[in-house]
Antibody
Framework: EVQLVESGGGLVQPGRSLRLSCAAS????????MHWVRQAPGKGLEWVSG????????GYADSVKGRFTISRDNAKNSLYLQMNSLRAEDTALYYC???????????????WGQGTMVTVSS | EIVMTQSPATLSVSPGERATLSCRAS??????LAWYQQKPGQAPRLLIY???TRATGIPARFSGSGSGTEFTLTISSLQSEDFAVYYC??????????FGGGTKVEIK
């Protein structure tokens, strides 16, 4: 079964850091680009960051650029999001998502995890 | 950044009726447009990609059309399980992808 399982969320104070992880299984992880998408409580989806299969191409939403860093470890079938200088507006459910197209630079997302909640509050 | 604008924000429809949802891009995204369905407490589910291709397992009552900057998702005859929030997403501008704000389809 193709599966993505996020972890690492929690309650954190403004200005602090948190690292999210996403464990992938059931597919050849290093064939696909991967992404983080977030959803603030009661709000819509916001693409946060994406990374190509070989980490050669990386992108960030303007709202997180310079504060968040995406990375992957293909040997461990894992995706990460290092979040620094966290703000209240970063409070959201963070989803990990997989590209549908193989080895692509531009694809819809066909598999999503269930998300991990990040709450930034003092 | 390409801005995706969805309308209406909320659509009230009776079961069995047709629903038409719109998505507009601030610049051309060719046919690199996807639609997702999200129900409360669930992750989004891919419905349509390439503007008009149904994803695996998606019923034929869902159809997508458009290219460039104007796109439409049509649900031909709404079933009870179709009441949800629908999002469009452009994936033309890698590595900067964007979602629309969503359309909530509710029971009239």
């Amino acid at each position: 079964e193709v599966q993505l399982v996020e972890s690492g969320g929690g309650l954190v104070q403004p200005g602090r850091s948190l690292r999210l992880s996403c464990a992938a299984s059931g597919f050849t992880f290093d064939d696909y680009a991967m992404h983080w998408v977030r959803q603030a409580p009661g709000k819509g989806l916001e693409w946060v960051s994406g990374i190509s299969w070989n980490s050669g191409s990386i992108g960030y939403a303007d709202s997180v650029k310079g504060r968040f860093t995406i990375s992957r470890d293909n040997a461990k079938n894992s995706l990460y999001l290092q979040m620094n200088s966290l703000r209240a507006e970063d409070t959201a459910l963070y989803y990990c998502a997989k590209d549908y197209y193989y080895d692509s630079s531009g694809s819809p997302f066909d598999i999503w995890g269930q998300g991990t909640m990040v709450t930034v509050s003092s | 950044e390409i801005v995706m604008t969805q309308s209406p924000a909320t659509l009230s429809v009776s079961p069995g009726e047709r629903a038409t949802l719109s998505c507009r891009a601030s610049q051309s995204v060719s046919s690199n447009l996807a639609w997702y369905q999200q129900k409360p407490g669930q992750a989004p589910r891919l419905l349509i990609y390439g503007a008009s291709t149904r994803a695996t397992g998606i019923p034929a009552r869902f159809s997508g059309s458009g290219s460039g900057t104007e796109f439409t998702l049509t649900i031909s005859s709404l079933q009870s399980e179709d009441f949800a929030v629908y999002y469009c997403q452009q994936y033309n501008n890698w590595p900067q992808l964007t979602f629309g704000g969503g359309t909530k389809v509710e029971i009239k």
